[in-house]
């Protein structure tokens, strides 16, 4: 039983739908009910929304980490 996977670029979904997206793949393929080819594409949209999920993460502590930079030079004056 083959189910459908989203499509959608990987780096132009939210962090949440990613990692729930990334997190069915892994039952799926925990399951071992699929094919070898299913598993494989699988497999490979998995790694390519692990990487999309690691960058918006990434962008994030950047983030936080120049704000807090910010409140940081706030402060001291």
Not at 28 to 51: F, N, T
Request: net charge negative.
């Amino acid at each position: 039983m083959e189910e459908t996977v989203d499509a959608s670029a990987p780096e132009s979904m939210t962090f949440g739908a990613a990692l729930a997206e990334l997190e069915e793949i892994v039952k799926s393929l925990e399951s071992g009910q699929l094919e070898l080819e299913d598993s494989l594409g699988r497999y490979e949209r998995g790694v390519s929304l692990l990487r999309a999920c690691r960058a918006k993460l990434a962008d994030a502590q950047q983030r936080v980490t120049m704000l807090v930079g910010e409140i940081e030079d706030e402060d001291a004056e």
